[in-house]
């Protein structure tokens, strides 16, 4: 009933065994090298528009965590800290990337801040969460003094960018 139908293929054509492919050259469009150079800009203007949010959000984290360090209540601190750190976590994933070297080079530098940052608030609250199980705890809690150096390197990046 069924018969399968054979194919006919056109036989390859002979190639000389002394013949190497050794590198194929593409030519780019004209506009290629318009189009990376627009794409490094825009990235540029995302990474500012970044780390103008980032210190925003750093200065609201800084007064969350000087609270914590007052031990004042969780019910009140968790629904401030909770935002910041989600926002720190998102401000990390929209860094743009880029073959700019540079730009490379600063995202290299906020991507462990936002971390650091998120990571800070988060051990924070959850410390005041159990602060009454431990006196070490609560001594802990108030050595509390902020986001320290990573803060100090998140304002460098906003001052180098100012300035640039």
Known sequence: MFRRRRTHTEPEPERDPEVRIRAVVLDEPDDAEERRAAAR????RELRAIVAE???WQD?????????????PLREMAP???????????LADRLP??????????TG???PVFDHHALM???????????WRSERIRAELERIDGLGAPAERLEGVRSALVAG
């Open 121 to 131: 608030l988060s051990s924070s609250l959850d410390m005041l969460a159990v602060d």
């Open 97 to 106: 990337r880029s073959d700019d070297p540079e730009l490379s080079r600063i």
């Open 109 to 111: 530098v906020l991507r």
């Open 80 to 90: 401030r800290g909770g935002p910041l750190i989600r926002r720190f976590c998102e």
């Open 60 to 72: 609201a984290a800084e007064e969350v965590l000087a609270a914590i360090s007052r031990r004042e």
């Open 54 to 56: 980032a210190v925003i």
């Open 41 to 44: 800009e825009q990235a540029w």
